[in-house]
């Protein structure tokens, strides 16, 4: 019984730890969003580069959520992909209702895919920064 009480705990702690950390990587995107339309509305940019842009906050959100959140040393290559995953997923949701239209194409397949490397590699980083602390 006591066995089977300290795996449910220990699969609550991995479940916080990415609930954490998506919460973290949108709140990061959304000042991160805020900030860049900032800059391309002063600096001019080029309406091509926002794509680029948007893919590197997107990267950069899910990075800084997996190092800031996940400290259990096992999986961080796992949890960073289902970290990226619902992140994308989250952050789609919340845009697409900012904007008031949800357009579902290739692009979130990409995405997706994008997000999910993204997790893995921040989720094997976070986790060899642990262990070596």
């Given at each position: 019984m006591r066995a089977k009480?300290?795996?449910?705990?220990?699969?609550?702690?991995?479940?916080f730890e990415i609930v954490k950390a998506n919460i973290i990587a949108l709140i990061f995107a959304l000042v991160a969003v805020l900030l860049s339309a900032l800059v391309v509305k002063i600096f001019?940019?080029?309406?091509k580069a926002i794509p680029i842009i948007n893919q590197v906050i997107k990267s950069l959100s899910i990075l800084?959520?997996?190092l800031l959140s996940l400290k259990k040393p096992n999986n961080g290559w796992l949890r960073g992909i289902i970290c990226g995953f619902?992140?994308?997923w989250i952050s789609?949701?919340?845009?697409?209702?900012?904007?008031?239209?949800?357009?579902?194409g290739?692009?979130?397949?990409?995405?997706?895919?994008?997000?999910?490397?993204?997790?893995?590699?921040s989720g094997i980083i976070a986790v060899n920064i642990r262990k070596r602390r």
């Open positions: 009480k300290h795996k449910v705990e220990r699969d609550r702690g991995y479940v001019n940019i080029n309406d800084l959520g997996c619902i992140f994308v789609f949701v919340v845009f697409s209702l900012l904007d008031s239209k949800f357009v579902f290739l692009s979130l397949l990409n995405d997706c895919v994008l997000g999910m490397v993204t997790g893995m590699i």
